[in-house]
């Protein structure tokens, strides 16, 4: 079968979840025998390097560079109608889009008679660092893949209720997955941040609005611990608020900021830490709380259904958006190492019992093959 995947910014990349997913499906995909090729865009990485310009080869799966504008609120937009035109050329038998701004394309493919399946990674409209016309632009992609799509996948009950709802629209609930996580012993993060195993408490995600960093420091604030805070990420689109978030955090001396992260300091960060927390407001199925728990993480999120379906009883959730509540769970989990460690334990054994790459694999193939109607 040949596949096109749309919609990520760099395959290998950990710049985000959907490049996590595109990189697992498509790498194992490739691996199954089957022809896939990533239309990546261009523009500078997460690093501020610059990307590649010509198709290369990665892991068994063909990756092509396509012209973006690289501006907010454009880059998703644009690539996508490029990359669509890009992929009907190559003529494949179905193209896969992720997330809901590139689904604005999708038209095009429905038109050419290829199958198109859509994967809505979170409601990216409602996201705090749109403005008005990028919300607007965004829900129609939403909209756009409720129409058109051949195949609707959505990664939480509560986005699935809410196609139902909104769209008349049945979505197929499909979970990521997560790899098996090994334990790495501190080392590199002790040598550059003076990190120890369980001294300190782990935020990993991008830096953005919606994610809720800042309720976080405030929340930590309100400790009297001498573990340290992590906040590992960098921006998206959000230079601003970064800045915003780092000057909060010099504030406290027991808070560092890392920057992104990934590779070896990633492994050990989950793996070392007194427990993760994820205040976000907004997701989808985030994947650093799968990674999190792959690595028997005590996981600390808020209550939006989003999280609390993930962690079930293997986590604490608190009262979204309340630092005061958020405060309270995180005391009383410092001062209970045992709970700490028990609910890292079920947190791991709920990953590995729910959580399968060959699963979601199968099932999305099963789509790709599916005959309309």
Known sequence: MRIAMIGQKRT??????????????????????????????????????????????????????????????LAALSSAYVATRAALGDRPDVIHYHAEGPCNALPLAARAGVRTVATIHGLDWQRAKWGGIASHVIRRGERKAAQRADALIVLSRSVQDYFRSEY?????????????????????????????????????????????PELLLEAFRGLG????????????????????????AARDPRVIMTGFVEGRELEELYSNAYCYVLPSDLEGMPMSLLEAMAHGCCCVTSDIPECAEVVANAGITFRNGDAGDLCRALRLLISDHARATRLGDLARERIESECDWDSVVRRTLSLYARQPG
């Not at 290369?56 to 396509?66: L, T």
């Not at 941040?193 to 300190?200: A, C, M, V």
């Not at 573990?227 to 000057?247: H, N, P």
């Open 12 to 73: 290998g990349s950990r710049e985000g979840g959907i490049e996590v997913v595109v990189t697992e499906l498509s790498v194992r995909m490739a691996a199954l025998g089957h022809e896939v090729t990533c239309y990546d865009r261009s523009g500078t990485d997460v690093n501020g390097g610059a990307a590649p310009t010509e198709a290369y080869e990665y892991e068994g799966v063909r990756i092509v560079p396509v012209k973006t504008v690289d501006v907010k609120g």
């Open 168 to 212: 008349g629209r049945e979505a197929l609930f499909i979970p990521n997955g997560v790899s098996a996580a090994q334990h790495a012993p501190a080392d590199r993060i002790t040598d550059r941040w003076g990190l120890t195993e369980g001294s300190y408490v782990l935020y990993l995600g991008r830096i953005v609005p919606e994610k809720r």
């Open 225 to 248: 611990t001498d573990k340290r805070l992590v906040i590992a990420g960098g921006s998206s689109d959000t230079s601003g608020f970064y800045e915003e978030v780092r000057s909060l």
